[in-house]
């Protein structure tokens, strides 16, 4: 059968599609360079890695591997329960929270649906919508020259909200921009948003927010039923090899998503690891306590370089580069992975992570060596 014919054969959600494009791996580059000496601040990993406390408990359960997972992640959950102060029945595991996303279309999306999202929002929700068959409906993001240009405008957003409407994306903060919408800005959108519309308030970078108007979505969770919060340890808590993420939402809401979760998802290891990583708070703050250290580092390169970014709150930073494709290209034989915005519709613009102070300053030193030729 010709390739045509295959591709005909998909459901029709599938067929436009193109794959997310994940920022490039290490051992890529080491493949088509040959050099040894890359560093990736592509993937807003935790340049600390994981707690020590990790690693311990991996090393540990190596030898269990054999054995299927708690299926329904008793122990995760019940930390999980602990520390958001909510019921089990509210809490949802997933591979990741792209897993949680799928869970979410799967659920509530399909043909004749529509689902709502920003100009420039994580891309993960316009492909799991689109493969569900539902109609994506996309709202300007703030203007350029705005306080919060490239933000999520939660007013556009609500503005095509229609009967047809079942789900509503909003990330916050936002990955690739780095902005925010504030706690009253949300409330006011929750407030208004009709009772049988479902809400997704991806958190997946709320540990490095501190910015004083920004309210975390837990307590929001409690207050609006239609409320789906997703977290994720693959950010801060550094496992993002893992695959670990997890929802608070109400108790039928969940019930809901774990009845089209297939079984053992997240793995052994995972479940375990997220158990340490939750209870090493002194982690938690040293990786936000380098996050801020190498923010400001990264600012003030960008202005001596002289080049815009958007401000962030997040473990990013997106900067205009001019040329985002070539930049990247030549910062990629300098051995430092970035991440390219053109699937964003920013093709002037690259994602660069925060890195260790050592990795920052590399970049800065690529960066500087590149932009000078
Ligand atoms: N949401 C946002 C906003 C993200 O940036 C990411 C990771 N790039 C995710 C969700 C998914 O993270 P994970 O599947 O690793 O939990």
Redesign the pocket.
């Given at each position: 059968m010709s390739d045509k014919r295959f591709i005909d054969l998909a459901v029709e959600g599938v067929r436009d599609l193109a794959p997310y494009q994940a920022g490039k791996p290490i051992s890529e580059l080491q493949r088509e360079l040959g050099i040894d000496d890359i560093i990736k601040l592509a993937?807003?990993e935790n340049p600390l890695g994981p707690s020590p406390k990790v690693i311990e408990v991996v090393k540990q359960l190596a030898d269990d591997v054999g054995l299927y997972p708690d299926g329904n992640g008793f122990d995760l959950k019940r930390r999980l329960a602990e520390f958001h102060e909510l019921p089990l029945q509210q809490i949802t595991l997933g591979s990741?929270?792209?897993?949680i996303?799928e869970l979410i279309a799967r659920v509530f999306l399909g043909e004749g649906r529509s689902a709502i999202i920003s100009q420039y929002a994580?891309a993960?929700y316009a492909i799991v919508s689109k493969a569900a068959g539902a109609t994506l409906r996309v709202a300007n993001a703030f203007p350029e020259g705005h306080e919060k240009a490239y933000g999520h405008d939660l007013d556009a957003m609500f503005a095509l909200i229609d009967e047809t409407t079942r789900v509503v994306f909003i990330?916050n903060p936002?990955?690739p921009t780095g902005t925010y919408a504030s706690g009253q800005e949300l409330k006011a959108f929750m407030d208004r948003v009709p009772k049988d519309v479902v809400v997704v308030l991806?958190e997946?970078?709320t540990e490095y927010v501190d910015a004083e108007d920004y309210t975390d979505g837990s307590e929001l969770v409690k207050q609006y039923d239609n409320l789906i919060l997703?977290r994720?340890?693959?950010?801060a808590y550094g496992l993002?090899g893992l695959?670990?993420?997890y929802a608070l939402s109400n108790p039928v809401i969940t019930d809901l998503l774990n009845r089209v979760r297939l079984a053992f998802n997240p793995n052994l290891l995972a479940q375990a690891a997220a158990v340490a990583a939750l209870a090493d708070r002194e982690h938690m703050e040293r990786t936000v306590a380098l996050n801020r250290e190498g923010m400001q580092q990264m600012q003030a390169a960008y202005e001596a370089l002289g080049l815009k970014y958007i401000p962030s709150v997040c473990n990013f930073i997106t900067v205009d580069v001019g040329d985002g494709k070539a930049v990247f290209d030549a910062l990629l034989a300098q051995g430092v992975i970035t991440r390219p915005l053109a699937p964003y519709g920013m093709p002037k613009h690259l994602r660069i992570s925060i890195g260790t102070h050592e990795e920052n300053q590399r970049l800065i030193t690529a960066l500087r060596k590149v932009l000078a030729r």
């Open positions: 993937s807003n990741g929270s792209d897993h996303l994580f993960i990330a936002n990955n991806d997946a970078y997703l994720t340890f693959s950010k993002a695959r670990v993420g």
